[in-house]
């Protein structure tokens, strides 16, 4: 069974300009995550979609970030305009419904960002 | 709130040394616990997990217990490997919420040979 994939894997921009994360993942995975890790810190949750509507964006940064997952399959993150501070490694997890079978989230290998 | 705390590393053992990484948890709800590693340059993987109080998680030598009245989820392992060397996180998810994982800082362990 093929993971969940995130692509760029690594991506250095300058501050002020834009950038967007693309994610897959596992097929047939109904809930999808953002997940954002700073240097030295756990991941913290950005936003949560289940099928191809939000769950939880909590502590997404609304006025510079946006994410969305049209058809409930693939997930775009995008970032504009980007900040220092928002360098840090941004991963993606799926998983299933609760009650469906091995209900755990799987992660991808993550996208490293550099705002310089 | 819900939170996770953990021992700050860094850890450096030599192979074969016991291994204790401290996890205590705050939560508001009825909390599942996980330990997740992550191994240099790869995404962060499941060792093991427990979902309610007494419970045991157990893989590849790692244990943890989920203690309630101590609220806490400490990793052991009794004889580390240099193949052990990574970042270990603990998580806690609340059953019946939004299930988002609320991550610990993480602990870095480097065994030598």
């Known amino acids: 069974e093929a993971g969940v994939a995130q692509s760029p894997r690594y991506k250095i921009i300058e501050k002020r300009q834009s950038v967007a994360f693309w994610c897959n993942p596992i097929s047939g995975h109904a809930t999808l995550y953002w997940y954002q890790q700073i240097l030295g810190q756990g991941p913290k949750l950005l936003i949560q979609?289940?099928?191809?509507?939000?769950?939880?964006d909590s502590q997404l940064p609304k006025d510079r970030f946006s994410a969305e997952r049209l058809k409930g399959v693939d997930s775009t993150l995008k970032i504009q305009p980007a900040k220092l501070e928002d360098s840090a490694v941004y991963l993606c997890?799926?998983?299933?419904?609760?009650?469906?079978?091995?209900?755990?989230?799987?992660f991808g290998p993550g996208t490293r960002l550099t705002v310089t | 709130g819900n939170s996770v705390t953990q021992m700050e590393g860094p850890v450096t053992l030599s192979e074969e040394a016991f291994l204790t990484i401290n996890c205590t948890y705050t939560a508001t709800g009825y909390p599942s616990l996980f330990w997740y590693v992550q191994y240099p340059g790869e995404g962060l993987q499941l060792l093991l997990k427990?979902?309610?109080?007494?419970d045991k998680g157990s893989n590849k030598g790692f244990e943890a217990t989920y203690r309630k009245e101590t609220t806490s989820f400490h990793l052991e392992k009794g004889s580390v490997q240099v193949s052990d060397s990574a970042v270990y996180f603990c998580?806690?998810?609340?059953?019946?919420?939004?299930?988002?994982?609320?991550f610990g800082k993480g602990t870095k362990l480097t065994v030598n040979p």
């Open positions: 998580a806690l998810r609340i059953q019946g919420g939004s299930e988002k994982l609320v």
């Open positions: 427990a979902t309610k109080a007494d």
């Open positions: 979609f289940q099928n191809n509507g939000v769950v939880d």
């Open positions: 997890a799926s998983s299933s419904l609760p009650g469906q079978g091995l209900y755990e989230q799987y």
